[in-house]
């Protein structure tokens, strides 16, 4: 899934007026807290702890298996320095041993581990007396590693990547309307992506220690890092009679260190690449008896780029050579239906959702399996059913089991280099903790 990503966000956003760490979410490196943060209490130092970890087994179907485990780990601590006035330090983090698939742009590539650490310290600071209304400045930093299947350690993941920023939230917590009650949030963030294994191709041409060269072209030496700015808008409105919503819009402005744009007769230019990503997203949630829940998400996103594409077809002459203008253009969109349901009185819960993702583009053909080019556009989908049982055995304790299948179909037949055609079976037997 290019550049729109879906995160199972369970049942919990009712009561995002009862947490002070809102929900995670890929595309927001969590930078804001939520309403309702416990400066109503009296203590000064509190901690929330979510910890979940599993056994898991992977298998891609007619291909490979693999036996590993998954842990996620969020730990916040916030210090009330006085009223109105918190420090917060987060850690958010993740292992996973499992075959899994994620995209670099042109296509997906395999990965049978990854790890994911993001710490981020911020301040809330409420505005006024019982105004609602609260500024929250925070710093972050995220370090990601990645083993594709051709990896031998940590550190040569081509898509290792490390973010550092500082972003600003402006929170309003008393913005509803009817029997319900609102937050809005405004959001800005700058941050800088290093990726320290990916170096361009012109200047690899040019290197050979054995013949005793060294690449003196530096035009795209760190050609994927980046510095983005986002800016975030989000509601959330929660209503008493057990119905919930919030719309969230996200534009994410990216502009390539090194990455120069290539024109449609295979030269570089002097002009650097941009990107634009716009993301849509609106999430509902209710509550249709004590012991049943469902709810919907919806999502589009839009991704612009200024940078083409010269294919040389693996060939020496310029005859079968394609020029793809604004490759990298596409748009995408999804819906998951959500339904939780509690066995009360017995202390079991179970939880199901389907996914349909497709992502359109809107310049880039298809290919055979040759790697010919079709007369039709790409079309990339993505459909995951996933069903799970939790064993309550405490408020703080659970055992669960679950089970994710995710079918992913295209087009695009070329599978030389990617694999868009596969079903992903992950089982998974686990224990959380919430504090």
Known sequence: MIGFTWRQTGWLIAM???LFLG???TAWPEMNSQAGFPGQSGERLKLITDIEASYAYSDIKDSDSLSGGVMDVLIAGSWKMKENRFLILKYDGGYEKKLDFYSDDYGQRQRTEFQEHTLTPMLRLGVGHATGISVIPSLFYTATLNKDNSSTGWNDGLYNYYDAGAG???EFGKTGFGSGNGLLTFGFQYYKRHYPNFVSLLDLATENEDLGRIS?????KDEKDYAGILAMVEYLWVSGSGFSWNAEYTVLYKKLDDKKVVDL????TDTEQMDHVHTLKFQGTVQLRNNLQA????????NKSNQNFWDGMESFTYVDDVATK?????????????ISYDFYPAPLMCTTYYLFHKTNYLHRKAKTAAGDYQNQKQRDTEKTFFMELAYIVSDQWRIHANWTNTRSKSNNHDERYYLYDYTLNVYSIGLSFHY
């Not at 709810?295 to 839009?302: P, R, S």
């Open 16 to 18: 995002v007026f009862a």
């Open 23 to 25: 929900r995670l979410d």
């Open 168 to 170: 600003i939230d402006f």
């Open 216 to 220: 003196a072209l530096d035009t795209e």
């Open 265 to 268: 007769n295979g030269s570089l």
């Open 295 to 302: 709810g919907l998400t919806l999502g589009a996103n839009l």
């Open 326 to 338: 604004n490759y990298f253009d596409h748009y995408a969109y999804g819906l998951q239906p959500e």
